[in-house]
């Protein structure tokens, strides 16, 4: 497909058959990865649980959750425009949580290995702005890389980077608060130490790893954009990394060597943190341009009309269509029909951006003709009495 303004039948597809053993292959893939993280999950739980015992392990796991979620609803903010599969999300949340975790600990083991065998000493500074910076955000960051490899045809841009980084973060976090707050708990108890421990790391800075790893997801994801390849992604994951490992350098040395922590806080974290926000505005503001601009080509052509394009790509558009269908008959099924229909419109505008793009055969992307009959089918069920 070169031009979409030709008749409402016979349109090549955008990309390869909808069936194809690719896709199989890339299930198994998808099925693998998930189990690998679960795997290295659980190990990282019995390691949790050598050293903390079962009762700190589930104490500091029902403190960690509250982090762990305030995390998950900010991302499922923004992915919320073009959601990610949840096996693909499932499997970065496991990659932090498990392999990266795992890593660094192994990491920090064989350092401390080297330094009794040679006679050295920690330096738990160098550890805090040296070691943690590289070896965290590499084994993070490379969780999103795999994505970047694996899953291309969800791969589109900074958006999917960030969403994907920001998955492994929380499950990085989740497990990290665990130990943190657990230790506290075994050394001191249920009291000052712990609420403060508690408050540093789950109120006031329960986005630090999200922030820094998704300068890496990022990085990726404008790779991703460009229609790069492997090489390009690696390129990309090695760039991000400067930003990452820097900026959670920042954040651990400044903790340590700051006079007054909170003025520390406000006065160097939080404008990084606004400036990160709008940085996630602007590209998701981008992707509602995207949808906005590729389905009016499609209005042009006589598939959408100008109001449907309006609802489509506005977040205000999309709950006035939501609030409308529910409030008809059968609103059950109307609802369901309006949010399949936005969803497919949305992948068919980001298909044909891939397109014009030249990336039309990366990935599994469903053929135009089957976006197309499954939007007309929705508008049928919406337009029925």
């Known amino acids: ?114 330094l009794a065998a040679t006679g050295g000493r920690p330096d738990d500074f160098v550890q805090a702005v040296v070691q943690a910076p590289l070896v965290e955000e590499s084994a993070k960051g490379f969780g999103v890389l795999l994505l970047f490899w694996v899953n291309r045809r969800h791969f589109d841009g900074p958006v999917d980077g960030i969403v994907y980084a920001a998955s492994v973060a929380a499950g990085f976090a989740f497990s990290e608060n665990i130990l943190y707050f657990g230790r506290t708990l075994v050394e001191n108890g249920i009291g000052p130490e712990f609420v403060f421990t508690f408050v540093v790391r789950g109120i006031f800075s329960p986005f630090a790893h999200l922030l820094f790893t998704a300068c890496t997801g990022f990085a990726i994801g404008k790779a991703a954009e460009r229609g790069g390849g492997a090489a390009a992604g690696f390129g990309a994951y090695l760039l991000g990394l400067i930003p990452a490992a820097l900026l959670h350098a920042l954040w651990n040395g400044g903790l340590s060597l700051a006079a007054n922590t909170v003025e520390y806080y406000l006065f160097v974290e939080v404008p990084i943190f606004l400036g990160a926000l709008a940085v996630v505005l602007v590209v998701r503001a981008r992707e509602r341009s995207i949808t906005r601009a590729r389905l009016g080509e499609y209005a042009d052509a006589g598939w959408f009309s100008p109001q449907e394009v309006a609802l489509i790509s506005t977040a205000a558009g999309r709950r006035q269509a939501l609030r ?59 337009t029925t009495a």
């Open 324 to 382: 409308w269908a529910a409030a008809q008959r059968d609103p059950h099924g109307k609802k369901v029909a309006m949010k399949r229909l936005i969803a497919d419109s949305t992948r068919l505008g980001h298909a044909r951006q891939r397109l014009m793009k030249g990336r039309a055969t990366i990935g599994r992307t469903p053929d135009e003709q089957e976006l197309l009959a499954r939007i007309v089918a929705d508008r049928q069920v919406l």
């Open 1 to 114: 497909m070169t031009d979409i303004r030709q008749a409402p039948v016979g349109l090549a597809p955008i990309g390869p058959e909808t069936h194809t053993p690719g896709h199989a292959a890339r299930g198994v893939a998808a099925g693998l990865g998930i189990a690998l993280g679960a795997l290295a999950a659980a190990a990282v739980l019995l390691y949790l649980v050598s050293a903390l015992g079962t009762l700190g392990v589930a104490i500091a796991g029902i403190a960690a959750l509250i982090p762990f979620a305030i995390v998950l609803l900010t991302i499922r903010w923004i992915d919320r425009w073009e959601p990610e599969p949840r096996p693909a999300l499932v499997f970065a949340v496991l990659w932090g949580a498990g392999v990266a975790v795992a890593v660094a600990l192994i990491f920090d083991l064989g350092v401390q290995i080297a």
